[in-house]
């Protein structure tokens, strides 16, 4: 079956610090790729997406590009800063007559001052 | 134009009890799925439904989990003799259309079930 895999976190920065989130997925087919964020005592937000292989998703200084040969979908960003202090959820979205999203576990991003 | 909403935002109940969640979607949108988020678990697909038809339920762990959608809108989650195990923040999303593989789904804020 679908499977999605990330890094355990806690992942802890100071602040500037550039960050990478790796997320590796298993699937057949072609299926999209989704990074979603979940702020402290808020719910799921979806902070980027790519549909197909080589497309770059970014938001918010985010990005990821979908990486066919790797089937990897990892999570950048050049500078972070407090704010950005959440869990990130990678998943796959894999059309089979419905469209239900497989999550990796999260990864937790505590960034400080 | 609103959000999905899930209520209560939580629930503290007694082991052995029933409880009942609520989920109303973004206005318009035919699917709307339930996740469970529990601590170690991460998020698990639950149950799926699209429109009238008759949902997917082949996330449900056990029977003493259901859910229905009246008219095609509001949703709920019944868990018959809570257990510990069944402590989690249960999530509802809705999505417009079931047409493809990038059909966005929009996330409730969830509701955090405690079992004593």
Known sequence: ??????????????????????????????PSLFWYVQYPGEGLQLLLKATKADDKGSNKGFEATYRKETTSFHLEKGSV?????AVYFCALQRYSGYSTLTFGKGTMLLVSP | ????????????????????LRCDPISGHTALYWYRQ????????????????????SGLPSDRFSAE???GSVSTLTIQRTQQEDSAVYLCAS???TGGAIDEQFFGPGTRLTVL
């Not at chain 2, 529990?38 to 339920?57: M, R, T, V």
């Open chain 1, 1 to 30: 079956g679908d499977s999605v895999t990330q890094m355990e976190g806690p992942v802890t920065l100071s602040e500037e610090a550039f960050l990478t989130i790796n997320c590796t997925y298993t699937a057949t087919g072609y």
């Open chain 2, 38 to 57: 529990s601590l170690g678990q991460g998020l698990e697909f639950l149950i799926y439904f699209q429109g009238n038809s008759a949902p997917d339920k």
């Open chain 2, 69 to 71: 959608r009246t008219g």
């Open chain 1, 81 to 85: 800063q407090v704010s950005d202090s």
């Open chain 2, 1 to 20: 134009g609103a959000g999905v909403s899930q209520s209560p935002s939580n629930k503290v109940t007694e082991k052995g009890k029933d409880v009942e």
């Open chain 2, 95 to 97: 999505s417009l259309t």
